[in-house]
């Protein structure tokens, strides 16, 4: 007989996602008995039910989303390398500019938007989402520039 001598660094990789596949199935079969246990407990209640029929279906099409997508990753993310470094996952995320201002008129106008939804003003709503238009064209825009005419 022979033993084998393979260590965890010699094992290849696992596609990564598997931690977030995982969490969605285990929260599909907890939301499913939920809803199971729920409808012998209460079962005049139809709104409890339905919501928690509900968010098992939506795990359990984010979860198999991420089962079927993790098959086709072709590199490991940082987050599933065991032996990965902080610095591995640094870099450029795709947020905001950090010298634009646009981010905070967007979270203005969405806040007004909240305050006039609160108090049922709908002239201050339709006021809100001008403003918010107008403020995420200026943000999708900001860097944009012609082409040039020759």
Same mark, same amino acid.
């Given at each position: &007989? =022979?033993?084998?001598?393979? =260590? ?14 995982? &969490? +969605?199935? $285990? ?8 809803? !199971? ?8 209640? @139809?709104?409890? !039910?339905?919501? %928690? =029929? %509900? /968010? ?7 979860? /198999? ?7 086709? %990753? ?12 902080? @610095?591995?996952?640094?870099?450029? &995320? ?5 010298? /634009?201002?646009?981010?905070? +008129?967007?979270?203005?106008? #969405? ?5 006039? =939804? @609160? ?18 064209? $200026?943000? #999708? ?6 082409? @040039?005419?020759?």
């Amino acid at each position: &007989m =022979t033993h084998s001598t393979r =260590t965890d660094e010699d094992r290849p990789a696992k596609p990564g996602l598997r931690v977030e596949t995982w &969490m +969605f199935i $285990g929260l599909t079969a907890f939301f499913g008995i939920a809803a !199971i246990i729920y409808a012998f407990l209460a079962p005049t209640e @139809a709104v409890g !039910i339905v919501a %928690l =029929t %509900l /968010s098992a279906g939506l795990t359990l099409i984010i979860g /198999s989303f991420l089962l079927f997508v993790s098959r086709r %990753l072709e590199g490991i993310r940082p987050e599933d390398d065991e032996h990965a470094e902080i @610095a591995d996952g640094a870099g450029d &995320m795709g947020f905001f500019s950090p010298g /634009s201002y646009y981010p905070f +008129f967007v979270a203005a106008c #969405v806040a007004l938007f909240a305050v006039a =939804t @609160a108090y049922l003003l709908v002239w201050l709503m339709v006021i809100a989402v001008g403003f918010l238009l107008w403020v995420v064209c $200026g943000l #999708v825009y900001e860097y944009h520039r012609r082409p @040039a005419h020759h």
